[in-house]
């Protein structure tokens, strides 16, 4: 069983929003930072935003600055991107990853869990 199981994903029209959220189970949720990456079709996974275990350092890609938001709730064990002003270049499947780590959380390297996957799609 997948320890990080996305939802929210969906299909939305440019300058929609949408709120991932990403579940843990069977982790010591409070002790990982959690990131969240996304893959377009015939592209590399690229690093989007990513929450260190306090929530004191949320580092951001620059193409999502200022448009998407990274939350965490450690009582639900649960991270969220919300994501707003969506683009059709934001279109990707999204994952949520899990780091022991706190620093080089760009890195899909540092991560050693990783989801299944939620698939947004920012229609024109």
């Known amino acids: 069983q997948v320890p990080l199981v996305e939802s929210g994903g969906g299909l939305v029209q440019a300058g929609g929003s949408l709120r991932l959220s990403c579940v843990a189970s069977?982790?010591?949720?409070?002790?990982?930072?959690m990131g969240w990456f996304r893959q377009a079709p015939g592209k590399e996974r690229e690093f989007v935003s990513a929450i260190t275990r306090s929530g004191s350092s949320t580092p951001y890609a620059d193409s999502v600055k200022g448009r998407f938001t990274i939350a965490r709730d450690n009582a639900k064990n649960t991270v969220y991107l919300q994501m707003n002003s969506l683009k059709p270049e934001d279109t990707a499947v999204y994952y949520c990853a899990a780091s022991i780590q706190s620093d080089s959380l760009v890195r899909p390297t540092s991560y050693v869990f990783w989801g299944q996957g939620t698939q947004v799609t920012v229609s024109s």
């Open positions: 069977r982790l010591t949720f409070n002790i990982y930072s």
